[in-house]
């Protein structure tokens, strides 16, 4: 038992610096290696791919050269590769490194394979553990945060993790490579909805708003300790009967088509579902083809093995390295799943094709794989109690909520406000020119405008693919400003306004696609002024069709603000893609708007460090005057923000 407790916490702390270090490989995708919607999306699926194929060769190294060296210098490359990303300054430097982290994790992943054959408890403790420390650091990671807190707990986690690994493990048996092969598309489905914290946050916003826009939650990170623990539960304890083996797939399979449908106010249903139906899958594999007695497996001792001990010894070792070979390639298959996966889903809002099926497509891989794997009748005990893992865990997770920063109120000051300070700024999911996730930055150049009201594209609330933050919460947190959440790509990519007032009225309408592959949409809210002193603000991120301009969504933008605002003073403001002179900027100056950018022409945004076009902007009714346009520089985002002071019509 000591032997399967050691295994099993070096799998768990293992898992958790793997997740860490996909984290940071995974936006490096699209922020360093290549660009989102410039960058050819098959030549980046085809860089991600390729570190997954190369780990198909580490099975036969393992065999060549054993599995404790194998895994022994695995993982001290992750556990060093993890560390140095804490302070690496991005860019070129900080992608390959987490390529190498991620290579040595995937190596390190088949080592361990080859030497443990029952790795659920270990995989489903990782996960839940990751998922609440997630949690508790509201999103933003260790490796992005810095400072002595951040580095004394990496260390730590490092230490240990060294220290198991170095320890020998318990002889393995010939099972468990239906565990194994269920990782990849386990940490998948963990990542994207089941084990999600900032997704969770996400829904709630949907579910307190009541509507088809988000706001900012009061109870946020509610659902996660939920999650962990009917996660953990399951994966620990498994089905009591036989006839509830069905359960947990059938769960799995409703929360996966849950989340497909890509609605806000489903999202924590499809969470809970999957959390539960993702765990429940995991245990019935546990020790799935693992011998019923001794005497079927020919070993030493039983009836078969009496007059040829020698034979017999060498059948089992044989026996042995074909079953590690097995348990090797099947999580290195399954992490090829993750990545196909991954890539399949995320294309897609750059190429254009439905994405619905890929979630669903992979909850019906791992319910299948669970189904049918073959019951051993009597389940072993775990090398973990599973009430009272599952109690500590979740006890931690139920602190996420109560350690969250309270929610900011806006509230009228003394009477209106004579002017607004606007600021739009395409803040690129949070990542820097770097491709690091730079919150501190995004932060500043948003807070030394001292806005009143802040148009934001770009915002991610979620997705795996930049790493699983909610970058509004955050920024509303540090700003002091709630927002409201326009969803445009689907419920957690869109756009949104943060102010300093209180926001009424709030209304999201999706744009026509005309050929653009991401979707679009305009988020209209009204600020409520005091003294029934009112001002429409409308949010929008114009997505242009391949060659073409925006024209039909400016138009759309256009029209529907101007009946929105019904005669209030208007703001339109954010990445429009055009410039001045282009067709689709004039649908905003025909339809009566005003260029409130225009005294400081030309006003370049893009890109940051070389600012060449001007493709974000703000327009007003004619009835606002604007003053001190600037886009202060800065490398917080790939745009520059533009910020502009309107001085409200009297009376």
Not at 213 to 227: D, E, I, K
Request: aromatic share 6%; glycine share 12%.
């Amino acid at each position: 038992m000591r032997y399967r407790q050691l295994t099993t916490s070096s799998l768990a702390l293992g898992v958790i610096l793997l997740i860490d270090v996909l984290r940071v490989w995974l936006p490096g995708i699209i922020t360093i290696f290549g660009q989102a919607a410039s960058t050819p999306a098959e030549l980046m699926g085809a860089f991600a791919l390729g570190w997954f194929v190369l780990a198909l060769a580490a099975p036969a190294l393992v065999r060549r050269v054993g599995a404790r060296p194998v895994t022994v210098v695995a993982a001290v490359v992750l556990a060093v590769a993890r560390l140095a990303l804490t302070a690496t300054p991005g860019g070129r430097p900080q992608l390959w490194l987490a390529s190498t982290g991620l290579l040595a994790g995937l190596v390190w992943l088949v080592g361990v394979a080859a030497g443990t054959d029952r790795p659920v408890p270990g995989l489903a403790l990782g996960l839940a553990v990751n998922a609440v420390g997630h949690a508790l650091l509201d999103t933003y990671d260790l490796v992005w945060r810095g400072g002595w807190a951040a580095w004394l707990i990496s260390g730590v986690a490092v230490a240990l993790f060294l220290l198991d690994a170095a320890l020998p493990a318990a002889p393995p048996g010939p099972a468990g490579a239906r565990s194994w092969l269920l990782f990849g598309p386990t940490l998948l489905l963990s990542g994207m909805v089941a084990l999600a914290p900032a997704l969770a946050q996400a829904g709630m916003s949907y579910l307190e708003a009541g509507g088809s826009v988000a706001r900012s939650p009061l109870f946020g990170l509610a659902p996660v300790p939920v999650a962990v623990a009917g996660f953990l539960l399951a994966a620990l304890v498994g089905p009591a009967r036989r006839w509830t083996r069905p359960l947990g797939p059938v769960a799995l399979l409703a929360g996966a088509v849950l989340f497909a449908l890509d609605r806000g106010d489903l999202l924590v249903a499809a969470m809970l579902l999957s959390a539960v139906g993702l765990g429940a899958c995991l245990a019935l594999t546990d020790g799935a083809g693992r011998p019923d007695s001794a005497g079927a497996t020919g070993r030493p001792g039983s009836a078969g093995a009496a007059g040829r001990p020698d034979r017999v010894g060498a059948d089992e070792v044989g026996d042995g390295r074909r079953a590690a070979a097995r348990r090797g390639y099947a999580v290195a298959a399954g992490m090829l799943v993750f990545v196909v996966g991954s890539i399949a889903y995320y294309s897609a809002y750059d190429l254009g094709y439905p994405n619905a099926a890929v979630p669903v497509v992979v909850a019906g891989v791992v319910a299948v794989v669970a189904l049918t794997a073959r019951p051993t009748g009597l389940r072993l005990p775990g090398p973990l109690a599973p009430l009272p893992t599952t109690a500590v865990v979740t006890v931690l997770a139920l602190l996420a909520p109560i350690l969250a920063e309270e929610l900011p109120a806006a509230s009228n000051r003394d009477g209106p406000p004579q002017r607004l300070r606007v600021v739009a700024y395409n803040i690129r999911m949070g990542f820097g020119l770097d491709g690091r996730f730079d919150l501190a930055g995004l932060t500043a150049a948003i807070d030394r405008q001292r806005p009143d009201v802040v148009l934001l594209s770009e915002v991610d609330r979620g997705w795996l693919l930049n790493g699983g933050h909610d970058t509004l919460d955050l920024l509303s947190d540090r700003l002091g400003m709630p927002y409201v959440f326009g969803p445009a790509a689907d419920p957690v990519w869109g756009d949104a306004v943060l102010s300093r007032w209180p926001v009424t009225a709030p209304r999201s309408l999706p744009l026509p696609a005309v050929g653009a592959p991401t979707g679009a949409q305009a988020l209209a809210v009204t600020l409520d002024l005091g003294d029934g002193v009112r001002t429409a603000v409308v949010s929008t991120h114009l997505q242009p069709p391949p060659d073409r301009g925006p024209v039909v969504q400016a138009r759309t933008v256009a029209d529907f603000a101007i009946r929105y605002a019904a005669g209030n003073p208007l703001v339109v403001a954010g990445d429009l893609n055009t410039e001045p002179g282009d067709e689709a900027f004039g649908q905003f100056t025909a339809a009566g708007l005003k260029d409130a950018l225009a005294a400081a022409r030309p006003l370049a945004t893009s890109p940051a460090d070389d600012p060449r076009t001007q493709i974000d902007h703000v327009f007003v009714s004619p009835g606002l005057t604007a003053a001190d346009p600037v886009a202060p520089r800065g490398e917080a985002s790939d745009h520059l923000p533009v910020a502009v002071t309107l001085t409200l019509p009297p009376g």
